[in-house]
Structure formats: structure tokens, C-alpha cells
């Protein structure tokens, strides 16, 4: 019954996307551990790139950046 | 000083439903830890169901399923 | 399908008070939310002393305060 | 490489608070851990007054009380 | 700079096991969203079988079930 | 009444340095938002290194790497 929690910057993730990482993480523990998919539950949490931040930044301003 | 964090999916949750589980789960935490009320937090997270997998399956289309 | 986290200190908690934390979460899903129980998952996270801090404080030197 | 997560109440939180908070909690492993901030996450959830609960009560409902 | 963190039950997982978990779920955030893997975190909690449940039902009692 | 809750691998955090974590987050919540320190919470979580993953890679096999 594992609980598999993806956290990633909100940037037009797709429906198509999401359901190919709740299918990959789920065969992942199928796959590794054996475990049983009907309890395995997967949740995605999108985070405005305005409040992730990595190495002192803001996502928001490296995304701006690198656009440059 | 509990913590409790409930995830549950996006789906017309009313206020008086929050209320609910709000006072219901720091209940339990009296009633069973003898916690105090007063530094016991609880954090609801609604989840949009196009995030949130279980079976391999995205819960959208298992409410969609659900309904026909 | 609610997942419920609930953090509380590692203070010998017991077999028995795990069993009714997981029941009376349960339960307040099934009451306030209709959830079906079978995919309902609780979680319980045992945290030590020396890792939880409210108010500035370390909870391990606030309990050895209120013993005094 | 540590991952911090802040939550906090939606309230009107600015972009400028946010970097504060981002640089204040990176700069905390630094100082204390001696970590590497390149891959220090901070990672901010804001969470609705209605989804907060502490003491029984809705923070909504705290918040309204404390305008009186 | 995804965060995965995948929950389990504390049972004999393996250090390959873990390994092939780690990779399996930064992959997966290559293959499906372009991420970096230098900057993608998975961290894996190990949970005590007393401390889940799912179905009213603490996970020992449904191991020990399971074997009669 | 923020809740912040740091995971960082277990190595050798000491009782000091956890200190040093809750009075730092504490204190940024203060400065930053201006909360109230008594309902501010922290909990540190530490993390086996073959529990962590980043690039790949298990935590516990960079730091053998960058030992030689």
C-alpha cells in the first residue's frame, strides 16, 4: 500500500503527463516491491514556480533567466 | 503538539464538512493522546482528482466510469 | 481515497492508542465525507523529541521544564 | 541536500516575502549544517484559511474573531 | 526539481531495492516531464507496519491475517 | 501558525545543530511574515542516506565517492 507523493513547478503539465506518472510510479512499485496497485495511491502537487526555490532562488527568476 | 495533514480529493467540500473534520481529528487526538487542543494543528489539502492516482488509474476517469 | 498523516511525538505511544488513531480517522472519513474506508490509509509518524520545536523551544527541554 | 517545507496560511503573502523566505531558510542550512545550497529546496505551500484548523477552530473563523 | 517521496512499509526493503526506486522515479521524470535528474530529490520513508492503516485494519494485523 | 518541516539525511545532526534549525525557522517566520513564535511548529526529519536519492544516485554511495 505505498504512498507515492511527486511534487513539480506548475508549468502546463499535461493531463496525458499525469497519468503517465501515476502509471509509471505505480508499475515502479509493482515492479521493485511487488506490491499491490489497487492500494497504491499517487498524488501530484503542482507548486507555483513562485514558491520553489533551489541554490537561494526563485524558480520563477532562473525560469526568466535562462529564457534570456 | 500534533500535526495531521488530510489529503483528500477536489471535490465540493463544504465549509461545515471542514469544520467537521477540523474539530473531529483534534478530538481524537484528545480523546486517545491527551494532547492539548490548543497546539493541535490540522491541515486539509484538496486535490484536484486529475492528480491523484490509484490502481494505475487517474480518478477522474474512475468518477466519470463511476457515473455511466 | 484520503490519505491522513498524523505527526505527533515520540513519547510512548502505544499499540493500542496506534489502533484507535487509525480507527477514528477512518471513521471521520466515512462520517463527514462518505469515503470508502478500504482505500482510506492512515499514517502515523512517531517524531522524536529532540526534533520538534514549537515557540523558539525544543519539545524535549519543554517537557523536561514541566516535569520540574 | 535538504528539502524544507514552509506552509503557511494564504494571506496575502508577497512575491518579495517569498524570496525572504527562500533565502532565509536556505542560508539556515548553510550556517547550521554547512550545506550545500545548490541543492537546498525550499518549497512554500499556501494553505486557505478554511483548510487551517488549531484548537478546534477554523483559522478563518479565528481570523474573523480577532477583527472584532 | 521534482521531490518524490515514496511511503512503504518497513519490510526488508533492500539497499538494491531502494537503489532500483531511486532511479525507477528519477527516470520517470525524465522520460515523462524533461527534468533534470541533477536536481531531482526522491526520498523513500520506511514505515513502522503498526503505525499504517487502511480499512479500520492496522497493516501487523493484516500481515499476520494474511499468513493463516 | 506556520508549520515547517526540514528533511535532511542523518548524518550526525546534532542536539545543538537542532536547535540552531528550530530557533533559525522560527525566528524567519517572525521576521518575514511577523507570526507568532507559540504556534509555530518545526519538525526535522532525518533521512537514512540509502534512503536518499539525487541524479540518480544514492546518497550513500557520493559520499563513499567523494571520501576517496
Redesign the interface.
Known amino acids: 500500500?505505498?504512498?507515492?507523493?511527486?511534487?513539480?513547478?506548475d508549468e502546463n503539465?499535461t493531463?496525458e503527463?499525469?497519468?503517465?506518472?501515476?502509471?509509471?510510479?505505480?508499475?515502479?512499485?509493482v515492479?521493485?516491491?511487488d506490491?499491490n496497485?489497487?492500494?497504491?495511491?499517487?498524488?501530484?502537487?503542482?507548486?507555483n514556480t513562485?514558491?520553489?526555490?533551489?541554490?537561494?532562488?526563485?524558480?520563477t527568476d532562473l525560469r526568466a533567466k535562462a529564457k534570456k
Chains 1, 2, 3, 4, 5, 6 share one sequence.
Do not use: C, H, S
Not at 17 to 29: D, F, N, P, S, V
Not at 37 to 46: A, C, R, Y
Not at 50 to 59: A, L
Open positions: 500500500m505505498p504512498y507515492i507523493n511527486i511534487k513539480i513547478t503539465v493531463r503527463q499525469k497519468e503517465k506518472l501515476i502509471q509509471g510510479a505505480t508499475q515502479l512499485m515492479d521493485v516491491l506490491k496497485p489497487q492500494t497504491t495511491f499517487v498524488v501530484i502537487d503542482e507548486v513562485d514558491n520553489w526555490g533551489i541554490g537561494y532562488d526563485v524558480v
